[in-house]
Structure formats: C-alpha cells, structure tokens
C-alpha cells in the first residue's frame, strides 16, 4: 500500500518533523507586534516559543509551490493559474500570489479574455446566488447575494476545485457577497515551535553609523543618521514542526474520490517540499530562496520525520512524502499534474474541466498566445521560460475615480454595511495568507 492510500485511510493525520539549526546556538523567532515573540509553558510546565504561526506556515507551504513570476513550480505543473492582468498585459497577480487566493476581489472583479462581464457574475450563475425578492423586483443590476440554495454547496467546491484546488486546502471566504456561509475552513495546518533551554534569552545591539548625516532626524522613505537598536534572540533545546491534515473533512468535499485523494497528495507534497529545503518564492518580494531559510538566524534543516493517525503510525521521508503526489490520475477519470501522459491528453484534466466551466477561447495551455509573451517574460525572466499548464487569463482595471471617493466613517451604518464588515473580518480570521 502505497503512503497515499496509507494516510487516505485515516480520519486526521499529524505530521511531526524534527528540525535542528543549520549554524550557530540560537535562533530569532516570530516577533508579533506589541508582543514580541509568543512564549508559553505547556501542561509540565516547559517554556515554549512560537517560532513561525499558524498564518505564516500556510504563507511557506504556498510559497513553496511557486515559481516567478507566481505560477506552479515544474513539479506541479498542469494545476490552473489565474493571471491577473492590466489592460496593457502585464501581469498584476495570480491566484498564488494573492492572500485570499481566489476570493480575491482583484481576480473576481476581473473579465474574462474577450469578455464582457467579470468572474464575480460568472460565480454567481455557477453556484446560484441571487437576491431577496424584493431586490429582484427592483431590477438591482448588482447581485449582493443574499441568497444560496441548500443544495448548492457542491456547485461551489467543484468550481474552486478547477480553478483553485489549493484553495480547498488552504480555506477561503468570499466576503463579496452577503450570505456569510460561502467559505471553506483549512484542512491543513501547521506550526513551528522550539523548546527553550534553561537559560534561553540572548540579547544583544546593533548600531548603524552615518558619516555623512549623522544627527538627521528619521524621514519619511529615508534612513539617514544613527541608530542603536536591540535585538532578542532564543536558545531552543529542540525544534518541532507540526503539520496537520483534516482527511475527514477532505472526504466531506463533493468530490469524486480521485480527486479527493488529489488534494491530500497535494498536501503531502507541499509539506515534503517544505522540509526538503526546495526553493521558495515570495511574491512580496519577488526573490526566490530556501524553504527553511525562515530569517537571518533562523535557518533550519530537517532531521527526522513521523506521522500518526488514528488507526495507524509510521516514519517518512521529506522524498516519500513529495512522491505521495497521485501521479495515477493521469488516468481517463481523474485530473492529472502534468499536461499529458505519453503524448496522449487525459479525458479528465485541469484544462478540461476550466474548458468545460470557461470555454476553450477563454484558456492557453503550454503554449502562450500568438504574438504575446508569455507570463514568465512578462514579468522579465530573460530564459523565455513560460508556465506550460490551464492558464485563465484575466483584465482587471480600477474603478474610474475609485482613490478620489471619500471613506465612509465606521459609525452606525445599516445592518448590510455592519454585515459586511463582520464579513470582511471573518475572511481576515480564516484566510492563510495573512502576513504578519
């Protein structure tokens, strides 16, 4: 039995890795806004540190399925892209660089190549929401979604699952519309901690020197004059990467069972290339470098690797879990990662079903257009590389007059404003991608 069919087996998987420090004693963990880095005890008493969250462990494990500009690596090849375009062609965003992946309003408020109204109305007919009566009999031109169907929760997770399949792993929430149910929760998690030493607080300064200006007060865009600062740092007696897969929720989803087993291939995947140390990409700063290279003294490396679920527990390799990927769905009745097997197309790919959802004049695949760069070279890679998977081109462009428009105060407002607010918050609660 295959480690796929292994895990599949289980209900909840708990994935523990040991990591230790590449060089040197002591690390620099997360530091969190008015409270530093996280620090607690566990039930013996053990001092604990929060060395990267739950947010930012999902921000690594999508980074890691990237390459520039912000399409799939060559591995996962053949899963769909959303370009996010400006009326000129260059390319703003993909559905991999965007926080809320495809609940991003810059990808729904965007249309379709050659098409005239955005992927928000495309969702709409797809899954069936629609306004109370008496906003139907208003002829309301907008679609506040209001409403959705009992029995349209399936229509959802199949329509995200060929566009943004990550997306189901990793939770999503559309806050474009009312009705607040239209999410999915994240199906993996994953956090870094360190057991701290007895005697585990280095601390330490810095100074910058300025010959030319040194007594220049701080300016705005500018770092000129001198400086001291400090700076805080942790000795960990052991480090502890926990990842965890939700299977019985995966199994939940309206999906056939393939493409179940797909998504959790694709969670081990990630989680594999992660402690491999393969390369990563941030899309904040378009540079590309090692998984476990988290910050200047926190550069890690993986030493051991176990899992447990509820019936069953074993040992795993960072390799054996990067293999786990279903390369058996290149069959006629599942989606494939790559683009064909042997020259011969799958009858169920990624480019299948967007084609189905879509249209085929809506998709390039492996190949750019005629007469247009690909998004690689758009966004100036040089070796004329170019994403050879279902990309679903898309044109956002701003609303005229949209950085003029006054702020609306916060104060009172009616039930539909609050409700959106309340909206807009849970998203920021369940989206992975939030940055610290």
Not at 68 to 84: E, H, S, T
Not at 324 to 347: H, I, M
Not at 351 to 358: G, M
Request: aromatic share 6%; with cysteine.
């Amino acid at each position: 039995m295959t480690l796929l069919e292994q895990l599949y087996a289980q209900d909840h998987i708990v994935i523990t890795a040991s990591l230790k420090l590449t060089n040197g004693n002591f690390l620099q963990p997360t530091g969190f806004p008015d409270i530093g880095a996280c620090i607690y005890r566990d039930k013996e008493g053990q001092r604990w540190c929060l060395v990267e969250s739950e947010q930012s462990m999902a921000n690594r494990l999508e980074a890691v399925c990237m390459k520039a500009p912000g399409v799939w690596v060559d591995d996962l090849r053949g899963l769909p892209v959303i370009a996010v375009e400006d009326k000129g062609g260059k390319l703003l965003a993909t559905n991999l660089t965007e926080p809320h992946r495809i609940a991003s309003s810059y990808i729904l408020e965007s249309k379709l190549a050659g098409g005239t109204e955005n992927l928000r109305k495309l969702f709409e007919e797809k899954i069936g929401l629609e306004n109370r009566l008496e906003n139907r009999l208003e002829n309301r031109l907008e679609n506040d979604g209001e409403i959705w169907p009992l029995d349209k929760r399936a229509n959802l997770e199949k329509l995200v699952f060929a566009l943004d399949p990550a997306a189901l792993l990793h939770g999503f929430q559309f806050v474009q519309w009312k009705f607040v149910g239209l999410r999915q929760t994240r199906l993996i998690h994953a956090r870094l901690e360190a057991k701290l030493a007895d005697d585990p607080e280095v601390h330490y300064g810095m100074v910058k020197w300025d010959a030319i200006e040194p007594e220049s007060t701080r300016e705005g865009r500018a770092n000129k004059g001198q400086s001291i600062a400090a700076k805080s740092r942790i000795v960990p007696k052991n480090i502890v990467a926990t990842f965890e897969i939700d299977v019985l929720g995966l199994k939940s989803l309206s999906l056939d069972e393939d493409r179940k087993k797909f998504l959790l291939g694709l969670a081990l995947w990630k989680i594999g290339a992660l402690l491999a140390n393969k390369a990563s990409f941030d899309p904040r700063s378009r540079a590309t470098g090692p998984s476990l290279r988290l910050r200047a003294d926190c550069y890690l490396t993986c030493e051991s690797i176990s899992w447990s679920g509820n019936s069953s527990k074993g040992q795993t390799t960072p390799t054996e879990l990067m293999e786990a990927k279903p390369t058996s769905l290149g069959q006629a009745d599942g989606p494939s990662f790559t683009p064909d097997n042997g020259g011969q197309k799958s009858a169920v790919t990624f480019q299948v079903l967007i084609e189905e959802l879509l249209g085929k004049d809506k998709v390039t695949f492996e190949k750019p257009k005629e007469g247009k760069s690909s998004v690689g070279e758009s966004a100036g890679e040089q070796d004329g590389s170019h994403y050879d998977g279902p990309m679903v081109e898309v044109t956002y462009e701003p609303k005229q007059n949209q950085e003029n428009k006054p702020k609306q105060e916060k104060k009172g407002g009616s039930k539909a404003a609050q409700q959106t607010e309340a909206n807009v918050e849970q998203a920021d609660e369940a989206a992975d991608e939030a940055q610290e």
